[in-house]
């Protein structure tokens, strides 16, 4: 099937059945036009990273910027956000697959942030069949049939659609504008809203974002600015598409009410997204020989430098009027042994109490069995009130709580073979074009394992990268362990019924990325232009 495509646009893709409704000329002449418009100050902005990055390599520590001081120092409030979004004390995610889609909107959340991000492995099929599935669901006209005939369809009340569009360091490279790759996340997102935004607002939602992987205000202006002319083209009002911004860098964290201001006018507030954050930290500041985490396992959002992190997120949030969501444990459902299960249960009830205690609005899950154990934990907090964005939280946040990275022990072998056996695992599922798995009875996404292989990588680097038997962590030791780490994943793949064919290519960039001396700067990189 050919296309008729805007001047200057190529697709080098498949057009399989169906995306000829999603990639339209019109909606195909809309993405030509937002890249032709911002696409310089994308690249701009992925430059200002790289050379914060260098600067930050060379000792420069991140503080709250003296230019903004006016803004978190003056009185303003976020626009008022519309009923759709003001109960959010439950939101699962996932990514957009079919079946997957219909489970999360039938979970009984209150809304569901459909992924093409970390848990979504972004091959060509992957992103327009997601965009042809939501399309479907937007107009509930979604249906499916499993192998064994099982049919799924909508429930009469879904949860609330919200969207999220890749970050802005990933290109579509099957999408070239002016012989340029255009950005994945701008793809993403207009596709999305030319086609469904009026449609949403008829049925009273409306377009709907999670934006990732931020780590700047200016970053955040951008996705403003995106979201003003995208309104404007389309004839919506501005201020009728809502954002909810991940904070989930440790630059960002330094720039939490200037993200909410740049966005004032589309903001729904903030998320915490914890594993991203935990990468971040670790990628920031890996050439920093005073810092090294311990195994991820002990990571978890009770240590002092997280905690203070989502004490500070809720703080800024409720301060300017806006919610706070919670993010996402790693723990989910196990089926095949009770006693582990219902420790797993208790685990995400504690996780949700705890957010919910300390004035989160609302948080996130990644399986619909956990949608009743999280909405018990908001409920017993806020009794019938849709939210608690009256809650102010005190305290004073700042470098010396967010930049103490503690702990700094136990490294184990344990703790290494896991970064190694999950690496692999999950690059070769995303490879073969699944990217989200269960791995050892925990949910495993490109943000958990980006700390998986970023662990590796500073243990090796670092100084105080030794375990506790006080053997160092080598290249040596990394390469003997891939071998071993690397049969153990086809072991468990295989009984699972599944093929192997990818995880070779998969142990194989891990070692590169592990070890080379130039950290990648997201494993989705090099992941990215080793898939069709
Ligand atoms: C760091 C971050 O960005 S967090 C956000 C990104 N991560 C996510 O969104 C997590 C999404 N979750 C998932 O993909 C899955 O829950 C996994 C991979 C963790 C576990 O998957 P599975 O082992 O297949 O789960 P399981 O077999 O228990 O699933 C049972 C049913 O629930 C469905 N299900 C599981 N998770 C979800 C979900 N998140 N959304 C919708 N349906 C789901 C399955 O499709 C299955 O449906 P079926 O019974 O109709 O066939
Ligand atoms: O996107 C969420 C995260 O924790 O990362
Ligand atoms: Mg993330």
Redesign the pocket.
């Known amino acids: 099937m050919s296309l008729n495509l805007p001047q200057g646009m190529q697709i080098n893709a498949p057009i399989e059945a169906r995306f000829d409704e999603i990639l339209t000329p019109e909606a195909l002449a809309f993405v030509a036009k937002l890249h032709r418009a911002f696409e310089p100050r994308r690249r701009e902005l992925l430059q200002a990273r790289i050379d914060r990055q260098a600067r930050i390599d060379a000792g420069e520590m991140p503080d709250f910027l003296p230019e903004t001081q006016h803004i978190r120092d003056g009185d303003w409030q976020v626009a008022p956000l519309p009923k759709a979004l003001e109960c959010r004390r439950v939101e699962?995610?996932?990514?957009v697959e079919r079946?997957?889609i219909i489970?999360?909107f039938n979970?009984g959340a209150d809304s569901y942030m459909t992924?093409f991000e970390?848990?979504n492995s972004p091959n060509w099929s992957n992103q327009i069949q997601g965009q042809v599935n939501l399309f479907d669901a937007v107009r509930r006209k979604i249906s499916y049939t499993n192998e064994a005939g099982k049919e799924y369809r909508l429930n009469d009340k879904i949860a609330t659609m919200q969207v999220r569009p890749r970050g802005w360091h990933l290109d579509e490279k099957h999408v070239l504008v002016d012989g340029e790759r255009v950005s994945g996340g701008l793809f993403d997102f207009a596709l999305f809203f030319f086609h469904n935004a009026r449609e949403q607002l008829s049925r009273g939602f409306g377009p709907f974002f999670y934006l990732p992987k931020l780590e700047s205000h200016l970053e955040a202006r951008l996705w403003n600015d995106i979201f003003c002319m995208a309104q404007d083209e389309i004839g919506l009002p501005r201020g009728t598409i809502k954002a909810t911004v991940l904070l989930e860098t440790i630059l960002a964290t330094f720039e939490m009410e200037e993200i909410l201001y740049e966005l004032r006018e589309h903001s729904a507030g903030l998320n915490a997204?914890r594993?991203?954050y935990i990468f971040s930290c670790i990628k920031k500041f890996k050439k920093n020989t005073d810092f090294c985490l311990a195994n991820r396992a002990t990571i978890n959002m009770e240590v002092p430098f997280m905690r203070s992190y989502a004490l500070a997120l809720v703080q800024a949030c409720h301060k300017r009027g806006a919610p706070a969501i919670g993010g996402?444990s790693a723990l989910?459902?196990i089926?095949s042994d009770p006693e582990a299960n219902e420790k797993a249960m208790a685990g995400i009830r504690h996780d949700k109490n705890r957010d919910a205690n300390d004035g989160y609005d609302g948080g996130?899950v990644?399986?619909?069995g956990l949608v009743p154990i999280a909405m018990e934990a908001f409920t017993k907090v806020l009794g019938d009130r849709p939210n608690q964005w009256d809650k102010q939280v005190g305290g004073n946040y700042g470098p010396s709580d967010w930049l103490d990275f503690q702990p700094e022990q136990p490294i184990t072998e344990a703790g290494v073979r896991n970064n190694i056996n999950v690496g692999i695992h999950y690059l070769g599922s995303w490879l073969a074009g699944n990217g989200?798995?269960?791995i050892h009875n925990l949910?495993e996404?490109a943000?958990?394992a980006e700390i998986a292989r970023s662990q590796i990588w500073q243990w090796v680097v670092s100084p105080k990268g030794r375990m506790d038997d006080g053997r160092e962590v080598t290249a040596e030791l990394i390469r003997s362990m891939i071998p071993e780490e690397l049969a153990k994943v086809k072991a468990t793949v295989s009984a699972q019924g599944e093929q192997t064919a990818t995880y070779d290519q998969a142990a194989g960039i891990f070692e590169k990325m592990s070890l080379t001396p130039d950290f990648p700067e997201f494993l989705t990189l090099p992941l990215y232009e080793a898939m069709d």
Not at 92 to 95: A, F, H
């Open positions: 699962i995610t996932g990514p079946k997957m489970n999360a979970s992924d970390d848990s997204g594993w991203d996402m989910i459902p089926k996130w990644a399986h619909p989200c798995v269960p949910m996404d943000a958990t």
